[in-house]
């Protein structure tokens, strides 16, 4: 195993022609796929890996700097592909499948982002003094159940995981980084997956991917609950990412 593969706990399982990279967001690691994985694993080679920050990575190797924007999540990305032999070329880069994702965090005249700039300093002002409080009180909401329940638990095991002042300056560069203007060089079909009720990122959201993205894109709204529906309802999810990855979007 090469270094960045060690530094970011790499696992490739299973084999097949294709291959599916499964890359995890804010407060998780590659433990949130694991209800997934299994359906995978018997037609694809599957890439999972922790992005810098997460528990399960070595806070020591985290740079302030380089993480303060997306781009650095990014090249990590790339260097582990790299290290991998896995090439990324648009003629073999097929699709992607976004799972409650995100362009803007914040209100503007002409956009719904869900939060306002003094709903965002007083997340991260509560992060600053008690971040083990803060934890316990995001995570039911982000995941949309309370304590008590299996999959809430886990979440807020990976998200209290992470040192606070690297938990810290993830969130305020997720929350922050404005990635509108990009999205029309995404030219890779996508299969945008949304929960109808999302703390975190609206709907309308989901939408606005939709229909700014460079290339052909497609939305698909769940009657689920939560930021990570993958995780709170993988009766539900799991077969709807299995019928985009296979294909069969209109089934």
């Known amino acids: 195993m090469g270094i960045v593969e060690e530094a970011h706990n790499v696992r490739v399982l299973g084999s097949g022609d294709e291959t599916i990279v499964l890359a995890h967001g804010f407060g998780t690691d590659q433990s949130v796929w694991k209800h997934l994985v299994p359906h995978l694993v018997g037609s694809y080679r599957v890439v999972l890996y922790d992005n810098m920050g997460a528990g399960t990575t070595n806070p020591d190797y985290f740079d302030f700097e380089r993480y303060s924007s997306l781009e650095g999540f990014a090249y990590d990305l790339l260097a582990i592909l790299e290290e991998l032999g896995i090439w990324l070329y648009l003629s073999n880069l097929n699709k992607f499948y976004i799972v409650s994702s995100y362009s803007w965090y914040l209100n503007d005249p002409e956009y719904y982002g869900g939060f306002e700039q003094a709903d965002l300093d007083q997340l991260f002002?509560?992060?600053?003094?008690?971040?083990?409080?803060?934890?316990?009180?995001?995570?039911?909401?982000?995941?949309?159940?309370?304590?008590?329940?299996?999959?809430?638990?886990?979440?807020?095991?990976?998200?209290?995981?992470?040192?606070?002042?690297?938990a810290l300056c993830v969130a305020q560069t997720i929350f922050q980084i404005d990635m509108r203007p990009y999205l029309g060089l995404v030219t890779v079909p996508c299969h945008i997956i949304q929960s109808v009720k999302d703390l975190a990122v609206p709907v309308g959201v989901s939408e606005y991917l939709h229909q700014h993205l460079g290339g052909n894109s497609s939305v698909e709204v769940m009657s689920t609950d939560g930021h990570l529906p993958q995780l709170s309802s993988p009766e539900m999810v799991v077969p709807v990412l299995l019928r985009h990855i296979h294909g069969n979007v209109a089934a």
Do not use: H
């Not at 909401?141 to 606070?164: C, H, W």
């Open 125 to 166: 002002e509560a992060m600053r003094e008690n971040y083990k409080a803060w934890c316990s009180g995001f995570a039911p909401l982000a995941i949309g159940g309370d304590m008590d329940t299996v999959y809430v638990q886990e979440f807020s095991r990976t998200l209290f995981n992470m040192r606070p002042d690297v």
